[in-house]
């Protein structure tokens, strides 16, 4: 909490530093990539309790459009922040 002791405002408009903007566009499906292949590999490998049998798909269409929701929104903020600068 020193950052707020240190300045009147707690969060400065000042970008202090950023990643790649093609890195960061491809950390988030590489990301999901990742996932789904571990939950994959997870749903063939190890065995669910008794009443969860059914619960991959559904837990798998809930990881991907969470993650879709979470792209379009960078994407979303990217463009708000590409026209608020005038670039």
Do not use: C, D, K
């Not at 969860?52 to 792209?71: I, K, N, R, Y």
């Amino acid at each position: 909490m020193q950052w707020m002791i240190a300045r009147s405002m707690p969060l400065s408009q000042t970008v202090t530093r950023s990643a790649p903007r093609v890195f960061a566009l491809a950390f988030i499906p590489s990301l999901a990539s990742f996932v789904l292949v571990l939950l994959a590999a997870a749903a063939m490998t190890l065995t669910p309790r008794p009443g969860q049998e059914g619960m991959l798909l559904p837990s798998a269409l809930f990881l991907g459009g969470a993650f879709v929701a979470v792209h379009i929104l960078y994407l979303w903020l990217v463009e708000r922040t590409i026209r608020r600068n005038g670039s």
